[in-house]
């Protein structure tokens, strides 16, 4: 009997591989929302700290006409959304993915990339949490093969330990 997530997500929305006959959506995840927050805290804190030091450098270097001025000031702001968006973007199009068959990572903004691993070749699963992942709840699971050349890592996911024991299982079945 598999293993299901209270939300199961259609699997043939998230992949360009269509399930097979038997095969079922374990579960389908972004990264943890909170890395997201943390990626978009520094974003904003770079750009405040630009901002300041641009405002010293026109202190320094006298003034400056009032267009190029405007231009300046609104620089770090621009730059810092440009980058938020991008990070965003990032969290949206990034999908981890895991059937009774296999494990896939797609990510990408223009182009989509994607890492696939049948759970039959999985022969490794190291589960890592962090001291953060610990009080937020999540952490990194990577699947690799007996020689390493395919290795797929769920980076960011969230309630990593509960997810890396359900992978186990299944390739426990899947072994057999």
Known sequence: ?????????????????????GEET???????????I???????????GLRFL???ANETFGTI????RQVIDLAPFIVGGFLGLILILNYLMTRFLLTTRRAQVRSGILSF???????????????????????FNYGTIRL?????IVVVSF??????????????????????
């Open 26 to 36: 374990i579960f389908s995840v972004r990264f943890h929302g909170v890395i997201l």
């Open 65 to 68: 006409p009032p267009t190029i």
């Open 155 to 176: 980076s960011g996911i969230p309630d990593a330990k509960r997810r890396g024991d359900i992978i186990e299982n299944l390739i426990a079945r899947a072994h057999f």
């Open 38 to 48: 943390f990626r978009l805290i520094v974003v904003a804190a770079l750009t405040v």
């Open 144 to 148: 690799a093969s007996g020689n390493s």
């Open 113 to 135: 990339g994607e890492l696939n691993i049948p759970l039959s070749q999985v022969d490794n699963v190291d589960t890592k949490v962090s001291l953060l992942g610990l009080i």
């Open 54 to 56: 641009l405002e010293s």
């Open 1 to 21: 009997m598999p293993i299901h997530e209270p939300s199961i997500v259609n699997a043939r929305a998230l992949s360009s591989l269509p399930l097979q006959p």
